[in-house]
């Protein structure tokens, strides 16, 4: 049976309504237990734990420090193209948003690479909008090879394919694959995704079987926070996290946390999760999930990603940036305007700044934590963390 067969049948939504009518009692009971069932979870992030917020914060961090002990592992993503055939109203890469735009070359990909590299970056994450004529199948391969030998690891986070199609990407060299299922809510997810590939919520919601079946070792989910029901999404991940565990249990699995950003097409959140509603998230799941990997990106404020740090995130981004060629200008002579779809020509005033020279493309969305790797770096040891910058060699299993 399919994720998909077993999402269907769950009792989610009764239990976050559950959750949210529990008291103190039902909380105590949840935490008392050395194995948490999914009604437990949604205890953990009900309303009223969030009174046992230091209490969570304390087991969260102490279990973390048990299976992982005081490192924080360390990413770049690195945009190959932000051309994408999706209408998805939340996303700056969104098809009918009117933005600047461009697939890097093979030689720009490596000019970024190298530039990531030289801050001290092992694991690199690719990501692309979904587009078959610039970002096929073919091109990401050879991405991957030529990255492969100077990078450990090459995660994805590009449009789902099959298995057959995934299996030439781990032959050149990619080792894990980010997909996230934006919101656990079917009907939000149909408002949100008014055209393209993406529309089709079954089957993106197989991704990480399919990638598991074409070879990943690693394998990351999540949803988009500020879509639907903060608590309804984090019980589905724990759902889909579950299932993944018990079915594809030789890959390790990562949960990522990002809440939704300013991005072009202006899109406002439709709910709210704050800070405080994040943090009680990290602590539930570590307690839940004891060796999952908690990932934090530069979405958040700096502040925020530093507390959170002891209370169970594992893995983190910095630098970041979230247009193709932020690193090091690469392909700004290509870029090009679209508008509904359909390339424009774009004058040298609409794309020169203030100095003249020639903007970057569009980025998906703004970051927030806009600290240097190295600051960041420095900001995980003063808390009595070690940055690891590489924790993988394709030498360990050839």
Known sequence: MSFVAEFNSLPLQSLVEKSKA???AVVRESLSKSKLSLADFANLISPAASEFLEHLGRRSHAMTK????????LFAPLYLSNECINNCSYCGFSRDNSILRVTLSLDEVRREADELKSQGFRNLLLVAGEHPKFVSNNYLRDCIAALH??????????????AEEYRPLVAAGADGLVVYQETYDRDVYAQMHTAGPKRNFDWRLETPERAYAAGFRRLGIGALYGLADWRFEALSVAAHADYLLRNCWKAQLTISLPRLRPCAGEFQPLTQMTDRDLAQLVCALRIMFPDVGIVLS???????RDGLIPLGVTMMSAGSHTEPGGYTGAGKEKIHQTVRGRIVEVGASEWANENGRATNATGQFEISDDRSPREVAELIRKLGYEPVWKDWDAALTN
């Not at 030998?149 to 099959?162: A, H, T, Y």
């Not at 530069?298 to 925020?304: I, Q, V």
């Open 298 to 304: 530069t979405r958040e404020p700096a502040k925020l």
């Open 149 to 162: 030998d100077e990078w450990p690891s090459v995660s994805l986070e590009v449009g789902p394919m099959e």
């Open 66 to 73: 048990q299976r992982f002990g005081k490192v924080i592992r």
């Open 22 to 24: 529990a008291g103190a």
